[in-house]
Nanobody, 114 residues
Framework: QVEIVESGGGSVQPGESLRLSCVAS????????MGWYRRAPDTQRELVAS???????TYADSVKGRFTISRYDANHTVFLQMNNLKPEDTAVYFC????????WGQGTEVTVSS
């Protein structure tokens, strides 16, 4: 069983930054894609960013130029650096990692408000 744990969420003002962390543990052998989704109130889940095992990153148009995803396979970790946060970034952010199946974390809440 693979366990996914996110951290780093919080409440910030517009223009500030947050760094989300996600660690996969347990029966981790070979992780393929890793990434982040988010779900804002009354909206559908949205893919924010993903990164392949080879390091190729993909971003939602709404976060391009502001968010950066990075992964460190040595410790099964993926980060999401979020800069210049906007109120519309407010959501619960969920990390996932693909190993045979897609494994999900419980989510970490990000609130951007003045």
């Amino acid at each position: 069983q693979v366990e996914i744990v996110e951290s780093g969420g919080g409440s910030v003002q517009p223009g500030e930054s947050l760094r989300l962390s996600c660690v996969a543990s347990g029966s981790v052998y070979l992780l393929y894609d890793m990434g982040w989704y988010r779900r804002a109130p009354d909206t559908q889940r949205e893919l924010v960013a993903s990164v392949t095992r080879g390091g190729e990153a993909t971003y939602a148009d709404s976060v391009k130029g502001r968010f950066t995803i990075s992964r460190y396979d040595a410790n099964h970790t993926v980060f999401l650096q979020m800069n210049n946060l906007k109120p519309e970034d407010t959501a619960v952010y969920f990390c996932y990692a693909d190993q045979f199946n897609r494994h999900w974390g419980q989510g970490t809440e990000v609130t951007v408000s003045s």
